[in-house]
Structures are given as structure tokens and as C-alpha cells.
């Protein structure tokens, strides 16, 4: 699998406020936009913005942290769930972070300490 570009997903209730705020305060630049779908890059990330959100909070940080995450997420796999984006792990920075999604669709972390 290639892996084109990775993307940061915010539900709007008013995507143009959305957009002019993600681009103005980080200095982003506007790829594309709709009421539909708009991407704004900052920095070597795309904050995708979806229109028709209802403005309310959501939370989006839980977080499991385990002893050994390779073992976590063959586990994770054989339970129903899956990787939202695969875990990589270079000389610089240790495999210790895998995003990942329940059957319900719910969006969670899995963390193993950094050595």
C-alpha cells in the first residue's frame, strides 16, 4: 500500500469560519474547498474539514498504554478492531504510538513507553 497523505478530520457547523481559522492562526494553505470537503495543510499535515457538523464538542482522545504495542496490535486485530494508521518505528523515534478503531467505528490510541 502506498500512503498518498495522511489527514486530521474536524466535523464543521461552519466550515468557511473553520477554514479561515485553521489557515490564519497556523499560516496554513488552503488545498481545496467546499461545503462538502475542505483540506488546509499547516505544516507537512491536512486538516480536512467536513461540513454539517452539529458544533457540539467530541471528544477524540482516549488512550490505552501497553507493554509490548506489536503484540497489542495483532491482539487488536484478532478482536474485530484495526489500524487507522500504521505504527512505524525508525532509529529517531521508537515504535510506541498505533491509531486505531473499534467495530463501532469509536477512534482510539495505543501506546507503548518510549525506551
Not at 474547498?33 to 471528544?59: C, D, F, L, P
Amino acid at each position: 500500500m502506498t500512503v498518498l497523505k495522511t489527514k486530521y478530520t474536524l466535523w464543521a457547523a461552519d466550515w468557511q469560519r473553520a477554514v479561515a481559522f485553521y489557515r490564519d492562526l497556523f499560516n496554513g494553505i488552503v488545498t481545496m474547498e467546499s461545503e462538502v470537503w475542505s483540506e488546509v495543510q499547516v505544516a507537512n499535515g491536512i486538516i480536512g474539514i467536513h461540513g454539517g457538523g452539529e458544533g457540539k464538542r467530541t471528544w477524540t482522545g482516549l488512550s490505552f498504554q501497553v507493554e509490548d504495542l506489536r503484540s497489542a496490535i495483532e491482539e487488536l486485530k484478532a478482536h474485530g478492531g484495526a489500524l487507522t494508521r500504521e505504527p512505524h518505528d525508525t532509529p529517531e523515534d521508537p515504535l510506541h504510538l498505533a491509531m486505531c478503531i473499534d467495530p463501532d467505528g469509536n477512534e482510539f490510541m495505543m501506546t507503548q513507553p518510549r525506551k
